[in-house]
């Protein structure tokens, strides 16, 4: 039987942004195709016999191409595994979630699609700036700088007329021409700007300026892609609090992780993985009989008790042969 293809938004932040919906699909899905810029937490969700595959791409790294993920998405379904492929963002807000569904709808294999928070909303609210915002802008307006023929997006003049809020995706390698046409098309030179790099960006950034000096301030402040650009009043606030300012980055396990982060974010503060630890099972020979003649097996941590009874459990051992045996631990997390 044909599988089915859900096109799930993951959101452009922590792992719990995604919604119920999308939630569910991964926690019963049979493989997981996903970009780049999602919160890895995300991955613990699915089944642990779920195929992971990774698609997505960071600024000018090589990645799959479109048409080999829809080939993938395709064949995938084709063995009939139900598959999420999991996108940053929103997968119909310049996330390619169309041509994807159009792929699959041309293949015949069913697919549905789960929304997500775009780049376009979630990074400028994350420094504070609101898209819109009444008596300040009416309107917001969603544009690609990046295309494949093109350096600018199209119509600039008419979106430089415009008095709502500009929000360029994909632009940063543009940034210093686009507000040159920006302003060679009558928006003024004092117009609020902003830089933003969040999310799960490798580098966060804000940066804040008017048309004319935004360029300028991105370069000397080392923004690197990807980063979303805002143009109009808005731009100029920030509705933070004082904590939301503050990213604490956590070293360890991802279950130690997930933990303080929760933990962190009760408290305001963003929680942003700077290394992650893998853990290994040592190869090394038990001696069973041994152990079962009596004495103490003493652990050191909760990684170890559950290493040591996942071996148990590999080896087919009796844990009943343990009963002579007795045990201590270091720390009550342990215990």
Partial sequence: MTGRVSLVGAGCGEADLITLRGLERLKSCDAVVYDALIDLRLLEA?????????????????SASQEEINALLISLAAEGKAVVRLKGGDPFV???GGEEAMA?????????????????????????IPVTHRAVSRSVHIVTAHTAHRALPEHLPELAALEGTLVFLMGLHALDDLAAALMAAGKA?????????GGNAPQPAAVRGTLETIAQRAKKAGVIAPAVIVVGDVAAMDLRDQARGVTVGLTGTDPFQEKLGDQLARVGLRAAAVQRARLRMREIDIPWPELGRGGWIV???GNGVRAF????????????ALAANRFAVIGTETG
Avoid: H
């Fill in 309 to 320: 009874f996942r071996r148990c459990l590999r080896e087919g051992v009796d844990l009943r």
């Fill in 46 to 62: 699915a089944p642990a016999d779920a195929q992971r595959i990774p698609v997505g791409k960071r600024a000018g790294e090589v």
């Fill in 94 to 96: 310049f996330g390619r």
């Fill in 104 to 128: 699959l709808a041309a293949a015949g294999i069913p697919y549905e699609v789960v929304p997500g928070i775009s780049s376009a909303l979630y990074i400028p609210m994350e420094a504070g």
């Fill in 299 to 301: 652990f050191t941590s």
């Fill in 189 to 197: 030179p004092s117009t609020p700007a902003a830089v933003l790099s």
